[in-house]
């Protein structure tokens, strides 16, 4: 190992692409974000002229040039970064200075995944806001209804009319329809977390066996499993039942190609490696893809799916998003959305060990 090498390998922890360069453009140290970027080994990448690997090299030449010259301290630009049997990527570009002479920093930030995490950054503090709001409001909602159940019943018993008391059996209805959304407003925050092994297979297997239970013509549900997928320590209950509200919402949305018979349902799974979420880097992560062929999200309510009561279906209650999301986020994981006419993918992403 070069002494660059030994100096920042703790930029390997980085999700942004970093490399150390010298002052000609030749590297001295690729972090393991860059190499997977590049699609090539640290050991091609190390020794050959960095500013080759953009589309306009003549950028960053110029850059290494100011800087060695300590014309500027960091200078940003954006560029498109060339890669391996793949197309260019578009990062952001930041030159720095170091405390080694002719050694420079520079730091790439994928602009797409600059907007990504953003968003996830986004959607992490409006599902933390939501549990508050929804806690709070479920409680104040929940104390007076018990009075106002008993009040009605109190009253039904003092009249004598077939036709009040009528009335007041729809107060006592209603009463306890908002008990039971208040109650599943609740669920989350009130059962323990029960850890213990899970095998993300044989939760795709309940789930399957529970909506094939519930649908049972019509709808074909394909398995793509990557069987290497270890276990990993989580809830198996609360993960069955976040898998269950993703299924479940995608087989009302299939109704019409249930009753026509070609509606089907994928479940996918595959490890990710080196991936960023929820503002951290992991090595390797679980992701679980629920497809279906449906007519996806309606736009209306695109960015705004996993918020509480929002919902893409008449008479729906739109909380099974919200607590899907709110039980993986307990697992540490993210459950993200890609939708199309034809093609809707809600991929749930779970750190592995």
């Known amino acids: 190992m070069s002494p660059a090498q030994g100096r920042y390998q703790a930029f390997d922890v980085l999700a942004t692409l970093v490399a ?5 453009g030749t590297v001295l140290f690729a972090n393991a974000a860059l190499e997977d970027a590049l699609g090539s080994s640290r050991r091609t990448i190390v020794g050959s ?12 030449r110029t850059a290494l040039e100011g800087a060695g010259s300590n014309e500027f301290a960091t200078l940003r630009y954006d560029a498109w970064l060339n890669r391996h049997g793949t197309e260019a990527l578009q990062v952001h570009v930041v030159v ?3 405390d080694q002479p002719g050694e420079i920093v520079v730091e790439l930030l994928p602009l797409e995944q600059q907007a990504r995490q953003e968003r996830e950054e986004r959607l992490l503090d409006q599902a933390q806001a939501n549990k508050e709001l929804i806690r709070n409001l479920a409680h104040e909602i929940k104390n007076p209804l018990g009075g106002i159940r008993g009040a009605a019943q109190l009253l039904e018993m003092e ?5 009040l008391k009528e009335y007041t059996r729809v107060i006592v209805h ?4 908002l008990q039971t959304l208040v109650d599943r407003l609740l669920a989350p925050h009130r059962r323990p977390h029960v850890v213990g092994d899970v095998n993300i297979h044989e939760v795709c297997e309940r789930v399957r066996s529970l909506i094939l239970a519930e649908f049972p013509r019509g709808l074909k549900v394909v398995r793509e499993y990557d069987t290497s997928l270890p276990e990993f320590r989580g809830d198996r209950e609360q993960l069955i039942q976040a898998v269950l509200n993703i299924a479940h919402n995608a087989c009302q949305a299939l109704s019409e190609r249930i009753a026509a018979g070609d509606a089907q349902l994928v479940f996918r799974t595959r490890v990710a490696r080196q991936v960023t979420f929820g503002r951290q880097r992991y090595r390797l992560a679980l992701e679980l893809h629920v497809i279906d062929n449906g007519p996806g999200v309606p736009p209306s309510i695109k960015d705004r799916i996993f918020y509480p009561l929002v919902s893409g279906r008449e008479g729906g209650s739109g909380l099974g998003l919200t607590l899907a999301q709110t039980f993986v986020q307990q697992h ?6 890609d939708s199309v006419p034809g093609r809707t993918d809600f991929k749930i992403l779970i750190p592995l060990p």
């Open 96 to 98: 720095a200075q170091t």
């Open 159 to 163: 009249i004598e009319g077939k036709d």
């Open 174 to 177: 209603e009463a306890d329809r």
């Open 49 to 60: 002229s960095f500013p080759a690997c953009f589309t306009e090299p003549g950028q960053l």
């Open 20 to 24: 150390v360069v010298a002052t000609d």
């Open 332 to 337: 540490h994981g993210l459950i993200e959305c």
